[in-house]
T-cell receptor, first 111, second 112 residues
Framework: GQNIDQPTEMTATEGAIVQINCTYQ??????LFWYQQHAGEAPTFLSY????GLEEKGRFSSFLSRSKGYSYLLLKELQMKDSASYLC????????????FGQGTTLQVKP | DADVTQTPRNRITKTGKRIMLECSQT?????MYWYRQDPGLGLRLIYY???????NKGEISDGYSVSRQAQAKFSLSLESAIPNQTALYFC???????????FGPGTRLTVL
């Protein structure tokens, strides 16, 4: 089966760095997605990792270790607008396009 | 204009009523999905469709039905709404392969 674990909540200070972890178990691996979701709004795509290592996009970076079933999202120079839920998701096995989502990590950025 | 749209955006209905949520997309994607989101439970897949003739149940399809009227339109129906179907519903689309999904703005449904 497939399973995804993320911390439920995190708090960080404006200007700081925060790392949001995600561990997954999947029968076949086709990459890992991170989405951002502000309260009451649609999830929006942040990153997609299919190979091991760190990928950087501005203030946001995403890391993947396939052997450890582990990923993290790194947010630098936190801003108040980064307060949101961050969802980790993996495709199901086969070419279905379906995603299995973790429950999401709600990040609160404080002044 | 938004690529994925949903109507209505908010709906309050009573137990036992039939209700339809609609989704339209201009991205030209073949694959479309319906999710519900509940606090603490994340996004759960209700139904998905690979094209007009290919519709599949997701993990929580009981109490729901869908219709794929065209490549661009995918509707979700609750035949007889019940209070535990109160949730935020999202439609999403994707291209072929294990790719990014694009979400609509969501429909907040309340069943009294």
């Amino acid at each position: 089966g497939q399973n995804i674990d993320q911390p439920t909540e995190m708090t960080a200070t404006e200007g700081a760095i925060v790392q949001i972890n995600c561990t997954y178990q999947t029968s076949g691996f086709n990459g890992l997605f991170w989405y951002q979701q502000h309260a009451g709004e649609a999830p929006t795509f942040l990153s997609y990792n299919v190979l091991d290592g760190l990928e950087e996009k501005g203030r946001f970076s995403s890391f993947l270790s396939r052997s450890k079933g582990y990923s993290y999202l790194l947010l630098k120079e936190l801003q108040m607008k980064d307060s949101a839920s961050y969802l980790c998701a993996v495709p199901t096995s086969g070419n279905t396009g379906k995603l299995i989502f973790g429950q999401g990590t709600t990040l609160q950025v404080k002044p | 204009d938004a690529d994925v749209t949903q109507t209505p955006r908010n709906r309050i209905t009573k137990t036992g009523k039939r209700i339809m949520l609609e989704c339209s997309q201009t991205k030209g994607h073949d694959r479309m999905y319906w999710y519900r989101q509940d606090p603490g439970l994340g996004l759960r897949l209700i139904y998905y469709s690979f094209d007009v003739k290919d519709i599949n149940k997701g993990e929580i399809s009981d109490g729901y039905s869908v219709s794929r009227q065209a490549q661009a339109k995918f509707s979700l129906s609750l035949e007889s709404a019940i209070p535990n179907q109160t949730a935020l519903y999202f439609c999403a689309t994707s291209d072929t392969g294990p790719g990014e999904q694009f979400f609509g703005p969501g429909t907040r449904l309340t069943v009294l």
